[in-house]
């Protein structure tokens, strides 16, 4: 039996293309309008997997995000880099300047905003999914409003491509995990990257001492993110993600940062998705 993946979005966004292309295979997909919907699909069973959105390298973290897998116990077990191709798709022989909105994601709004700021004309309106936009004009058959989404919605959704890769930047690239209720059962020596979350003493120095723990220990720092500690004003959550050629390193390193961290947290210990 196929288990089934929580996606924020419907068929045709890119959580969907990033289950297609992860799995490797057709899958069963829970499609989820928000992220908190997605994280309940997860905790009440109604799928064994899901993919999440974490951060995007024009427009930063989802921070929302990190904070929903540590509130929920949540388990990092790999992750998936997608390029992010954005296109503006409208019913079927409708032109750019009859075009009075454009309604998508935030963030793909966000990633376009070079190209909308031209459509002087044009109103833009923010909306929960990229491909639930291009399914809804396609199914009301809704003149005068576009989509901004990927190849994939517009033939999933009969919709015309009338102005094509309209991102910002080429190189536009959004990170996802692939998130569980349960541990990674990966081999330790497949393992080569792990997301973790730590606390600090508020002293001078303390983040740079774990900083050289972790260079002592031959990780690589790829990211670090804080977080508020909305009980504690002005005291913060670290989440890092750390990469490494020898699991027996990162483990050394786990085990002095838990002795001297206020409190120490592996979020998850999966493969370097990054090609």
Sequence with gaps: MKEKIAIQGIKGSFHHQVALEYFHEEVIVDECLSFEALTDSLLTNQ?????????NSIAGSIIPNYALIDKNNLHIIGEYYLDIVQNLMVLKG?????????????????????????QSNIKLVEDKDTAETARRIHQNQIKGIAAIGSKVAAKMYDLEI?????????????????????????????INKASLKFVLEDTPGSLATVLNVMTNCKLNLTKIQSMPIIETPFQYSFFVDVVFEKYKHYEKAAKVLEIMTNHF??????????K
């Design 94 to 118: 409708q032109r750019l300047e009859a075009i009075q909105e454009v309604h998508s994601h935030p963030m793909a709004l966000l990633q376009c905003m070079d190209f909308l700021k031209k």
């Design 162 to 190: 009338i102005a094509p890769e309209i991102q910002t930047v080429n190189n536009n690239m959004t990170r996802f995990f692939i998130v569980s209720k349960n541990e990674n059962n990966v081999p330790k020596e497949e």
């Design 47 to 55: 799928s064994q997997l899901a993919v999440m959105a974490i951060e």
């Design 265 to 274: 947290k592996v979020l998850g210990e999966y493969k370097n998705g990054k």
